[in-house]
């Protein structure tokens, strides 16, 4: 043996090399590559789910925006409407209390005019009374002939207007 080299030992070496690159090859490489490919496509499952969660979530936003946008634009339809009814109910209410105060003044009128009526009238019944008695004392101090002649005068003239 040239130079203390021993093929032998060096088959045995390369032998006892290749069984242990098969061995790691069999037991660690293709274990922990099947498991990183399973790893893989778990996480590209979930990505593809993340993605497909956030795309609808997207999409739920949109619509949810969109309805609020909606249910603004009928909150604001719903206050002019309700707006329009108020000043309507209002003016109705304006215009029944204008006819109620007419109504009431006419009321009121009329019996002030009643009443203006009966205090005048009233007031020519005392001034009759009060020309009866004044009439009649006048009658009684001179005699009874000119009272006979006024109440003739007043039966005509009552007569007369009547």
Do not use: C, W
Not at 44 to 59: I, L, M, P, V
Not at 62 to 91: F, G, H, T, V
Not at 147 to 158: I, N
């Amino acid at each position: 043996m040239p130079l203390n080299i021993d093929f032998q030992q060096i088959l045995l070496h390369l032998l006892n090399f290749a069984i242990l690159a098969a061995g790691l090859y069999f037991l660690l490489y293709k274990p922990v590559k099947q498991f990183m490919a399973k790893r893989m496509s778990v996480y590209g499952e979930r990505e593809a789910a993340a993605s497909k969660n956030e795309t609808e979530a997207e999409k739920l936003r949109q619509k949810y925006e969109q309805m609020i946008l909606d249910a603004d634009e009928e909150i604001q339809r719903q206050k002019a409407e309700a707006s329009e009814e108020l000043e309507a109910e209002k003016r109705l209410q304006l215009d029944q209390a204008r006819a109620e105060a007419r109504k009431i003044i006419s009321t009121a009128s009329k019996t002030a005019e009643i009443r203006s009526q009966k205090v005048l009238q009233d007031a020519h019944e005392e001034v009759r009374a009060m020309a009866v008695e004044m009439v009649e004392k006048l009658v009684m101090e001179s005699g009874g002939e000119a009272l006979d002649a006024f109440l003739d005068a007043a039966e005509r003239k009552q007569a007369d207007n009547g």
